[in-house]
């Protein structure tokens, strides 16, 4: 019974396997960005438009980035995996995992019968009901980001400070001096 | 794309860039403004503003781009995008504004705005706009940064 | 409400955002801010001691026992852990003043490291998982970047294999929390704990396997230890110090309590679990660092295996035993902080970690020969230092819950552990001077000053186990973990 | 079904995470994992014929109610793609300063060259 939005989930794994197992680093980065539109359209298919449209920008900007940074002249591609034995043993232990998983994922509510609709008293048909009274917004996702749980967005915007903050730190050029020696500029325009 | 950092891509890309700049911005605009009503919001806006500059340099190299816009302007603006955020949850806890952390004062204490229209949503639209420099001005650095600073230091720069 | 209680997660943010603002043209400013802002956190810190309470971000109070927002939590748990991370910080900040002159770049630092002490605060005080992950993610990431500080390949391979364990832990923790919310619909804890009720499908164990994976890969437990001693070492001695300090023990052992004790539900099963992981990191914790030459990789591999002896303690599962593992990781921050700072003072004036290459140091760096002397007595578990008490209460403890064997090897391992560290201590300290040695001199005042703070906490900690101290700071503390889904009453109302 | 499918996408990334050597296939992997995670929590929220979250003036309010998906899952993904897109920016920042170290992306050769 696969419809629409399994066959895509389906594309998103072959398209997952290809980055993995692929030689040529720019075949990886363009099935990378596969892996990416197989979400993009999932989403859409599961009515979230919110969620969709971030990672279409973002996967532009993903893609950018990592064929600026894969991409030279000089490159040399190969074939890695660790040794032979660690490779069976990680294999053998993730398909036990992964099977012992399926099976066990039929404790979850059945698909498209989420648990927030059917239990009482859940926060998310709080939000649906009340959403729009309580804060004037018509996207009740945005009252719930910007709002209900306006505390975790201003987490995720620190997360992003912090990486760029981390990776100025990763790529300044020079990182140690003499203790005497005055400060540098870290940016070398 | 190997001439980036001297002049960029050919004319052609380079003029349709200049062109799209302005409509790209618009656009990222409009999802920031109109983020409590349609999908999109703070990020997915300041994600559009910061590809409009990221084309630019891609099309035409770091010399197109207006000369205030330096790093060092775009990393301060990244601290204010963050600390305009801090500073509307803070000031929720004004005592005459509700006194608590995240508070939506506007709605909750000075009830302004109807729903359904752009000025609605009290807090909303406001950390809209304060995300989206944030994510504009992070995204752009990062791309900045992971691009064209590669090479920049050289391995004598290394003391064992 | 306590107003007091969102400022502890704003004020070191404000920090973080502001520093690489106003700081950047002038390093001593950093400084400043830096250093006033962890002793704000540390003075607002001892202002709650005794209390506790509920905030509810946004003025979002339940509805009808709905969680509705975001909630920060203040109880005896969240206290002992605000106040290790406060203390720590601002000793760690004091000694950095003169330490980081070695480094550029003294604004990304401290902006940093505060984000850090943020990201560890949020995760203390929350009572969401989904926020916890968020803000466990904001210290995860301070850290990659702070291990890689230095840009040395060392550093960067080191930061490389941390940072790609650590998002491997924080996918299965939200894995986890996605599989929680599919069976639940809430994400507050104690909205968890009351949907969850006493059916348990196999689904949750599978959920709860990931969690403890999950924040064991964070945690370093063995057999998810393998980053922790290459990212310890690679790291600037402040940052090592903190990281094997508080980080380890807030984002992973801290938040997996507190998440299998008062969202999801303890079980025996669980309980066994814990106990086999704490006992497997005593002994390979020490075994490894038996073997090392590396000082601070010695010192990265103890902190696996103290943390063993918390893990050990929360796994007996008796408020004893809570109680005096929470002591330990109270006193195992203090000491390690200390030892780490030792360390690196050790470096700042041999230019070396290896400590075949040292010897003598005792009267070239009285001073931290004398404070690194009082740390390694205290890890090793001799009195009357604070480490003593811990660990003999955790092993009091264990053999009053009837396990005889979990005691009997925490015992050996506190006796490797002394082998250890008097091997460390004569090679580096005692010896004839090597090469290296001759030259040392004594480090600046304000790093001087954070080891002698440390080494007077060291002394003076093992008086908290008085019983009427004990009783209402660590007892309270397990109590707050062991009562369980009682906690959803305190946070949600009846 | 469709859980299982997450699952095996998200194994599919543990796979290359343990087993490559590339630093950038290493990379690619974690977005995986990431990208499996994103879309179990979506899925979690998601009604068969559902409407999306979103209010319009020309739904009657309790016809939205009892269509509507899940609008928190939602919002948890918007927060943890932005926290995917940190940290792989700064795992791809550390595997270029390590390429300009070494020459190689290679983790094993990174290793070997270090001693």
């Known amino acids: 019974m696969l419809d629409l939005l399994g066959i895509v989930i389906l594309f998103t794994i072959v398209a997952a396997i290809v980055a993995i197992e692929m030689r040529d680093i720019l075949g990886v980065v363009i099935?990378?960005?596969?892996?990416?539109?197989?979400?993009?359209?999932?989403?859409?298919?599961?009515?979230?438009?919110?969620?969709?449209?971030?990672?279409?920008?973002?996967?532009?900007?993903?893609?950018?980035?990592?064929?600026?940074?894969?991409?030279?002249?000089?490159?040399?591609?190969?074939?890695?995996?660790?040794?032979?034995?660690?490779?069976?043993?990680?294999?053998?232990?993730?398909?036990?995992?992964?099977?012992?998983?399926?099976?066990?994922?039929?404790?979850?509510?059945?698909?498209?019968?989420?648990?927030?609709?059917?239990?009482?008293?859940?926060?998310?048909?709080?939000?649906?009901?009340?959403?729009?009274?309580?804060?004037?917004?018509?996207?009740?996702?945005?009252?719930?980001?910007?709002?209900?749980?306006?505390?975790?967005?201003?987490?995720e915007a620190t997360v992003l400070f912090t990486a760029v903050m981390g990776a100025i730190a990763i790529i300044r050029k020079t990182a140690r001096k003499a203790p005497s020696e005055p400060e540098v500029s870290e940016w070398q325009d | 794309m190997a001439g980036l950092g001297h002049g960029g891509m050919t004319p052609v890309v380079r003029t349709t860039a200049g062109w799209m700049k302005g409509f790209i911005l618009v656009f990222g605009l409009y999802i920031v403004a109109y983020g409590h009503l349609t999908p999109g919001g703070g990020f997915a806006g300041g994600v559009i503003l910061a590809l409009a500059f990221v084309m630019l340099v891609l099309a035409g190299g770091r010399e197109r781009l207006p000369r205030i816009l330096s790093l060092e302007l775009v990393a301060e603006l990244d601290s204010i995008g963050g600390l305009i955020f801090l500073g509307i949850a803070m000031l929720g806890m004004?005592?005459?504004?509700?006194?608590?952390?995240?508070?939506?004062?506007?709605?909750?204490?000075?009830?302004?705005?109807?729903?359904?229209?752009?000025?609605?949503?009290?807090?909303?639209?406001?950390?809209?706009?304060?995300?989206?420099?944030?994510?504009?001005?992070?995204?752009?650095?990062?791309?900045?940064?992971?691009?064209?600073?590669?090479?920049?230091?050289?391995?004598?720069?290394?003391?064992? | 409400m306590m107003?007091?209680?969102?400022?502890?997660?704003?004020?070191?943010?404000?920090?973080?955002?502001?520093?690489?603002?106003?700081?950047?043209?002038?390093?001593?400013?950093?400084?400043?801010?830096?250093?006033?802002?962890?002793?704000?956190?540390?003075?607002?810190?001892?202002?709650?001691?005794?209390?506790?309470?509920?905030?509810?971000?946004?003025?979002?109070?339940?509805?009808?026992?709905i969680p509705l927002g975001i909630n920060l939590v203040l109880d005896g748990a969240s206290l002992v852990m605000l106040l290790t991370i406060t203390t720590i910080s601002f000793m760690v900040t004091l000694y950095s003043i003169q330490y980081m002159d070695r480094y550029t770049s003294r604004s990304r630092f401290y902006s940093l490291f505060s984000l850090m002490v943020a990201g560890m605060i949020g995760v203390t005080l929350t009572?969401?998982?989904?926020?916890?992950?968020?803000?466990?993610?904001?210290?995860?990431?301070?850290?990659?970047?702070?291990?890689?500080?230095?840009?040395?390949?060392?550093?960067?391979?080191?930061?490389?294999?941390?940072?790609?364990?650590?998002?491997?832990?924080?996918?299965?923790?939200?894995?986890?929390?996605?599989?929680?919310?599919?069976?639940?619909?809430?994400?507050?804890?104690?909205?968890?704990?009351?949907?969850?009720?006493?059916?348990?499908?196999?689904?949750?164990?599978?959920?709860?396997?990931?969690?403890?994976?999950?924040?064991?890969?964070?945690?370093?437990?063995?057999?998810?230890?393998?980053?922790?001693?290459?990212?310890?070492?690679?790291?600037?001695?402040?940052?090592?110090?903190?990281?094997?300090?508080?980080?380890?023990?807030?984002?992973?052992?801290?938040?997996?309590?507190?998440?299998?004790?008062?969202?999801?539900?303890?079980?025996?099963?669980?309980?066994?679990?814990?106990?086999?992981?704490?006992?497997?990191s005593i002994m390979v914790g020490v075994l490894l660092a038996l073997g090392q030459d590396d000082i601070k990789r010695t010192l990265a591999y103890h902190s696996i295996s103290q943390m063993g002896y918390v893990v050990l303690g929360f796994g007996l599962g008796t408020r004893l035993g809570i109680a005096a593992g929470l002591f330990h990781l109270m006193n195992h921050a203090v000491f390690k902080t200390l030892l780490f700072l030792n360390a690196g003072s050790i470096e700042y004036?041999?230019?070396?970690?290896?400590?075949?290459?040292?010897?003598?140091?005792?009267?070239?760096?009285?001073?931290?020969?004398?404070?690194?002397?009082?740390?390694?007595?205290?890890?090793?578990?001799?009195?009357?230092?604070?480490?003593f008490w811990s660990k003999l209460f955790i092993i009091v403890a264990a053999v009053q819950a009837e396990k005889y064997g979990y005691a009997a090897w925490a015992v050996v391992g506190s006796i490797l552990t002394l082998a250890s560290f008097t091997k460390l201590q004569k090679r580096a300290f005692?010896?004839?001077?090597?090469?290296?040695?001759?030259?040392?001199?004594?480090?600046?005042?304000?790093?001087?000053?954070?080891?002698?703070?440390?080494?007077?906490?060291?002394?003076?900690?093992?008086?908290?186990?008085?019983?009427?101290?004990?009783?209402?700071?660590?007892?309270?503390?397990?109590?707050?973990?062991?009562?369980?889904?009682?906690?959803?009453?305190?946070?949600?109302?009846? | 079904m469709?859980?299982?499918?997450?699952?095996?996408?998200?194994?599919?990334?543990?796979?290359?995470?343990?087993?490559?050597?590339?630093?950038?296939?290493?990379i690619v992997s974690l977005v995986v994992m990431e990208s499996a995670v994103n879309l179990f929590i979506v899925m979690v929220g998601y009604r068969l014929k559902g409407i999306a979250p979103i209010m319009d003036s020309t739904i009657p309010p309790d016809q939205f109610v009892a269509a509507s998906v899940d609008p928190i899952p939602q919002a948890l993904v918007l927060t943890s793609i932005v926290i995917g897109v940190g940290v792989t920016a700064m795992t791809v920042a550390i595997a270029m300063r390590l390429y300009e170290r070494y020459g190689t992306y290679d983790i094993q050769e990174i290793r070997r060259l270090r001693g």
């Not at chain 1, 893609?63 to 991409?71: D, G, M, P, R, S």
């Not at chain 1, 059945?110 to 048909?125: D, E």
């Not at chain 3, 700081?23 to 607002?44: E, F, Q, S």
């Not at chain 3, 202002?47 to 971000?57: E, H, L, P, R, T």
């Open chain 3, 127 to 280: 009572g969401d998982l989904f926020n916890l992950f968020v803000f466990l993610e904001i210290a995860s990431i301070a850290s990659y970047a702070l291990v890689a500080f230095g840009t040395q390949h060392e550093e960067l391979e080191a930061a490389f294999r941390y940072i790609v364990l650590g998002s491997v832990g924080a996918a299965l923790i939200l894995f986890a929390i996605a599989i929680i919310y599919a069976l639940t619909g809430s994400l507050n804890m104690a909205g968890i704990s009351r949907a969850l009720g006493t059916s348990p499908k196999p689904i949750y164990f599978f959920a709860v396997a990931m969690f403890i994976a999950g924040f064991g890969l964070k945690a370093a437990l063995v057999p998810f230890h393998t980053w922790l001693p290459d990212a310890h070492p690679s790291a600037p001695a402040p940052i090592s110090a903190m990281l094997s300090g508080v980080l380890i023990k807030t984002l992973g052992i801290y938040a997996l309590a507190r998440v299998l004790f008062n969202a999801v539900g303890m079980t025996p099963l669980f309980l066994d679990v814990l106990l086999v992981l704490g006992t497997l």
């Open chain 3, 430 to 494: 005692f010896d004839e001077p090597k090469e290296a040695a001759k030259v040392a001199k004594e480090v600046p005042v304000f790093m001087k000053a954070s080891m002698i703070g440390l080494a007077v906490l060291c002394v003076l900690m093992g008086l908290l186990w008085l019983p009427r101290i004990q009783e209402g700071f660590f007892m309270q503390a397990a109590k707050s973990l062991q009562e369980g889904f009682e906690y959803a009453t305190h946070i949600l109302g009846q």
């Open chain 4, 2 to 26: 469709h859980y299982a499918l997450c699952l095996v996408l998200f194994m599919v990334g543990l796979y290359g995470v343990l087993v490559k050597r590339n630093l950038i296939k290493i």
């Open chain 3, 349 to 387: 004036a041999t230019g070396t970690r290896d400590y075949n290459k040292m010897g003598g140091l005792r009267s070239k760096m009285p001073v931290t020969a004398a404070t690194s002397l009082i740390a390694s007595m205290s890890i090793s578990g001799i009195p009357p230092f604070n480490g």
């Open chain 3, 3 to 65: 107003q007091i209680l969102p400022l502890f997660v704003a004020i070191p943010l404000g920090a973080g955002f502001l520093i690489p603002l106003v700081g950047r043209r002038n390093p001593r400013l950093c400084d400043a801010l830096g250093n006033m802002t962890m002793l704000a956190l540390l003075a607002m810190a001892i202002s709650v001691i005794g209390k506790q309470g509920v905030y509810w971000v946004g003025g979002w109070l339940p509805q009808a026992g």
């Open chain 2, 94 to 160: 004004l005592p005459g504004l509700g006194g608590v952390f995240f508070n939506n004062f506007v709605v909750k204490s000075l009830h302004i705005g109807t729903p359904f229209h752009v000025v609605s949503a009290g807090i909303i639209p406001l950390c809209n706009i304060s995300i989206a420099i944030k994510v504009a001005s992070s995204l752009f650095l990062l791309f900045m940064l992971l691009i064209l600073l590669r090479g920049v230091y050289t391995q004598e720069d290394t003391r064992a």
């Open chain 1, 31 to 155: 099935a990378i960005s596969a892996v990416g539109t197989g979400l993009i359209i999932a989403f859409f298919f599961m009515l979230a438009p919110d969620v969709a449209i971030v990672p279409i920008v973002v996967e532009v900007l993903t893609l950018v980035i990592l064929v600026k940074a894969t991409l030279r002249p000089e490159l040399k591609t190969f074939v890695g995996n660790r040794d032979f034995f660690g490779l069976m043993v990680t294999v053998a232990m993730l398909l036990v995992v992964g099977i012992l998983g399926m099976r066990v994922f039929d404790g979850l509510p059945r698909f498209g019968v989420p648990v927030f609709a059917s239990a009482p008293n859940t926060p998310g048909m709080y939000y649906v009901t009340n959403g729009l009274r309580d804060t004037g917004a018509a996207n009740i996702v945005s009252s719930v980001i910007l709002d209900y749980r306006a505390y975790d967005t201003l987490g």
